[in-house]
């Protein structure tokens, strides 16, 4: 089974400063891991996705995460925080089914980032 | 190219009402999820379906909940005699069967008086 961990509900920083959202993982078979970003009131998007390749992944709005098996986590970064950046940050994980069709998502609890002017 | 359509966006119920939440997978997608989402929580995988099929269904309570997917039409879940517990937002997502990327709708978020 998948299980997704993200360390810190809520973060806090200052805008122009590093954004960095923990995630952590578990999974039985190679992931493929995903970044959502979601606007109050609004639905998911999605900012980034790892399936496989390259582990360091560039995503929409300048951040980026990088894939560290070894360390079972997927971290979202981004140089230097905007106030448009303010939102809730989902971590998630997917195994292939085996007939086919995406397994569904495993989703983190969720982390509101909170930029401070 | 539009993307997943859900409706309604918002609909308020009385204690034992039925609710009803559509969904419209992007064009040519022929997965769906449904998920929910409480407040302050993530999103918790509830049902996935296939066209006239349900794949996995491990996350939908045992009673009073059901989803569908008929061969024309859009996705429905259901959820019969709703209680206060039920005040949520449903996001319905959609695949293709070449990839894992889920597009999600906007959201229907059920209050229940």
């Known amino acids: 089974a998948q299980s997704v961990t993200q360390l810190g509900s809520h973060v806090s920083v200052s805008e122009g400063a590093l954004v960095l959202l923990r995630c952590n993982y578990s999974s039985s078979v190679p992931p493929y891991l995903f970044w959502y970003v979601q606007y109050p009131n609004q639905g998911l998007q999605l900012l980034l996705k790892y399936t496989t390749g390259a582990t360091l992944v560039k995503g929409i709005n300048g951040f980026e995460a990088e894939f560290k098996k070894s360390e079972t986590s997927f971290h979202l970064t981004k140089p230097s925080a905007h106030m448009s950046d303010a939102a809730e940050y989902f971590c998630?994980?997917?195994?292939?089914?085996?007939?086919?069709?995406?397994?569904?998502?495993?989703f983190g609890k969720g982390t509101h980032l909170i930029i401070q002017p | 190219n539009a993307g997943v359509m859900q409706n309604p966006r918002h609909l308020v119920r009385r204690r034992g009402q039925e609710a009803r939440l559509r969904c419209s997978p992007m064009?040519?997608?022929?997965?769906v999820y449904w998920y929910r989402q409480l407040p302050e929580e993530g999103l918790k995988f509830m049902v996935y379906?296939?066209?006239?099929?349900?794949?996995?269904e491990s996350g939908m309570p045992k009673e009073r909940f059901s989803a569908e997917f008929p061969k024309e039409g859009p996705s429905i879940l259901r959820i019969q005699q709703v209680v206060r517990g039920d005040s949520a937002a449903y996001f319905c997502a959609s695949s293709s069967d070449s990839s894992r990327e889920l597009f999600f709708g906007e959201g229907s978020r059920l209050t229940v008086l």
């Open positions: 998630a994980v997917s195994e292939w089914r085996s007939g086919g069709g995406a397994d569904g998502l495993t």
């Open positions: 379906l296939q066209k006239e099929n349900i794949i996995d």
């Open positions: 064009k040519g997608h022929s997965h």
